[in-house]
């Protein structure tokens, strides 16, 4: 069984342990990861100091579930939809390194009229970590469920933003999100972070990736989510964040498996879609 805990902001977290000691923690607000330690003690995802947990405030760090839209690609007011501001229930708790938390929808939500089920699995393992989001249209619905969505990784960097990189992306095409999402192709083999903020939707991205830092190597493997999006803040857009520290974007980035710029994910009744990411520690 998972332990059930009360966490900040009094806030209900489960908490998640593999056979080796690896631990993990998913808040049912956002059904949102906010923690994914090795035995030692060591947390590989990134978590703002500043980060408020106060609901439906979104958590600064973790991974943000973007879902029924990621970014502005859809018809939600809010930025990334409002799945990481709303309030899941534990539907899975029965082994002590797996969680299943469940949103569901009537369809009366004014900017997404549709019946929806939204479920989220993070399993950990030993040097793993799986998280797959599921949404489920109902039978007898009306209509498509139409989303686009992301897993919106924040990974902790111990050696820095000069020391790291998202590797595996030569060649991708990518909207630019810093030139109204023109298209570029990307030229190298490691984005880097030093040079000023990062925000790209790369379309069609390879589904291994990985996250360079220092010495370190994070391995990230997708499916069903055909795009990847790296951002790091820089200096400006940091200080613009109150619930970010001005320095912190040193110390993370986000490797965001996406369906986005590939365009809307589109779920008949009584269908299902879901996507997944392996995090994997080299
Ligand atoms: O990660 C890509 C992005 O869309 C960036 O443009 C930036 O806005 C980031 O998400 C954070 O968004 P948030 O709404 O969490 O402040």
Same mark, same amino acid.
């Given at each position: ?18 056979? /080796? ?5 998913? !808040? ?19 978590? %703002? ?7 439906? @405030?979104?958590?600064? /760090? ?8 990621? %970014? ?8 990334? /939809? =409002? $799945?990481?501001?709303?309030? =899941? ?34 399993? &950990? ?28 990784? !924040? ?18 095409? !990518? ?22 903020? &990062? ?12 996250? &360079? ?9 997708? %499916?069903?989510?055909?795009?990847? &999006? ?27 498996? $996406? ?20 995090? @994997?520690?080299?």
């Amino acid at each position: 069984m998972a332990q059930i805990s009360t966490g900040n902001g009094g806030l209900v977290v489960v908490n998640l342990r593999s056979p /080796g000691g690896f631990t993990a923690q998913v !808040y049912t607000h956002g059904a949102h990861l906010t923690s994914w330690k090795t035995p030692s003690g060591e947390e590989q995802l990134f978590l %703002s100091s500043q980060a408020v947990f106060s609901p439906p @405030t979104a958590i600064r /760090g973790g991974v943000p579930l973007c879902w029924p839209q990621f %970014s502005d690609m859809g018809p939600c007011s809010a930025q990334h /939809g =409002f $799945a990481r501001n709303s309030e =899941f229930r534990v539907v899975d708790a029965a082994a002590p390194d797996a969680v299943t938390m469940e949103l569901a929808g009537t369809g009366t939500a004014p900017d997404f009229p549709h019946p929806f089920i939204l479920r989220c699995r993070v399993t &950990v393992g030993d040097g793993w970590l799986d998280q797959e989001l599921t949404a489920i249209n109902p039978e007898g619905a009306s209509a498509p469920l139409r989303f686009t969505a992301a897993l919106h990784t !924040y990974f902790r960097l111990t050696h820095g933003v000069a020391g790291a990189a998202v590797r595996g992306l030569a060649g991708c095409a !990518y909207l630019d999100n810093l030139q109204a999402r023109r298209e570029c192709t990307e030229g190298n083999e490691d984005v880097g972070f030093e040079v000023g903020e &990062v925000d790209r939707i790369y379309c069609g991205a390879p589904d291994e990736l990985a996250v &360079v830092d220092g010495p370190r190597l994070l391995r990230i493997s997708k %499916s069903e989510f055909p795009d990847a &999006v790296v951002w790091n803040p820089y200096i400006e857009k940091a200080a613009k964040m109150k619930d970010f520290g001005d320095d912190e974007w040193r110390d993370m980035v986000c490797v965001e498996v $996406a369906a986005a710029g590939s365009g809307a994910v589109e779920v008949a009744p009584g269908a299902h879609w879901a996507g997944r990411q392996r995090l @994997t520690l080299e």
